[in-house]
């Protein structure tokens, strides 16, 4: 299993331009949730999925869109970008999202850099 | 407001020095306390999860513990390949999937 898959690995943006993080995980995962890393803040949570067609916002939703079609995909969409977002993007899935046994598993990253 | 506090922020040891890494929380209706593991330009990687007061897991060098209020990591005799940041996240009950993440303890293991 590869596990969960981000693309691209690096990306750099113009203010105002749009793009779509990608993330695949083929670990047959219920869950699946994006999260951003800004230095010295811990991870926070950005949006998330409990399945297929059913996604929610999470703690920093603003200027992001999702959407989940398929149980392995969830990408995630900048509309406008702005040097505010700026950040690691990562992609995260567990086999449930309520489970005590349900750690996340997360793929290694996306950094964008917004200028 | 729910935290989630790690300490110390950064911590050095010689190579064969334990040492615990400490995370408190004030999280309602726990459901899980997450260790993760960072690499730099790497996602997180799964440790433990510890469920419930009194509750001990160990994995080679390190053993993380759980209380009512914090979790301790403790890296025992450790070698420079433990070197990462070292994140530690709580789960709700009430909120769906989401997991809160203090922001880490950054383990420098000299030789």
């Known amino acids: 299993n590869a596990g969960v898959t981000q693309t691209p690995k690096f990306q750099v943006l113009k203010t105002g331009q749009s793009m779509t993080l990608q993330c695949a995980q083929d670990?047959?995962?219920?869950?699946m949730s994006w999260y951003r890393q800004d230095p010295g803040m811990g991870l926070r949570l950005i949006h998330y999925?409990?399945?297929?067609?059913?996604?929610d916002q999470g703690e920093v939703p603003n200027g992001y869109n999702v959407s989940r079609s398929t149980t392995e995909d969830f990408p995630l969409r900048l509309l406008s970008a702005a040097p505010s977002q700026t950040s690691v993007y990562f992609c995260a899935s567990s086999y449930s999202g309520t489970g005590y046994n349900s750690p996340l598993h997360f793929g290694n990253g996306t950094r964008l850099t917004v200028t | 407001e729910d935290q989630v506090t790690q300490s110390p922020e950064a911590l050095r040891l010689q190579e064969g020095e334990s040492s615990s890494l400490n995370c408190s929380y004030t999280?309602?209706?726990?459901?899980?306390l997450f260790w993760y593991r960072q690499d730099p330009g790497k996602g997180p990687e799964f440790l433990f999860t510890?469920?419930?007061a009194g509750e001990e897991k160990e994995k080679e060098r390190l053993k993380a513990t759980l209380t009512k209020k914090e979790s301790f990591l403790h890296i025992t005799a450790p070698k420079p390949e433990d070197s990462a940041t070292y994140l530690c996240a709580v789960r709700r009950g009430s909120t769906l999937g989401r997991l809160y993440f203090g922001r880490g303890t950054q383990l420098t293991v000299w030789p």
């Open positions: 999280v309602s209706g726990l459901r899980g």
């Open positions: 510890l469920y419930s």
């Open positions: 999925s409990v399945g297929a067609g059913i996604t």
């Open positions: 670990m047959n995962h219920e869950y």
